[in-house]
């Protein structure tokens, strides 16, 4: 494996817990949070990249805007989840 795989997929997973850890609990999306943060991952070490963004980089990987990226991605699947229907459970005894 190469270094920058061993790098995003860590940087993913200590962003994925970070958030749900601040959000304090799991739930039913976890696994698509877990997609948005390696993608989230991806996407900010290459932005990073472009725009010259070398605040805590390790060789050509740019951590923190590798996280930023992590954390604005799984921030948006939040809010897009947010949007969706929401679902009304009944909690009364039935007669």
């Known amino acids: 494996m ?28 976890v696994a698509l949070l877990a997609l948005a943060s390696l993608v989230g991952t991806v996407v900010g070490n290459a932005v990073g990249d472009r725009i010259g963004f070398h605040l805590l ?7 923190a805007a590798a996280a930023i990226g992590a954390q604005l991605a799984m921030l948006v699947v939040l809010l897009l989840g947010a949007l969706g229907p929401a679902v009304v459970e009944d909690d009364s005894p039935r007669r």
């Open 2 to 29: 190469t270094p920058w795989l061993v790098l995003t997929a860590l940087t993913a997973a200590l962003n994925l817990f970070a958030f749900i850890w601040m959000r304090g609990r799991w739930g039913r999306g």
């Open 57 to 63: 980089s390790i060789g050509d990987f740019r951590f």
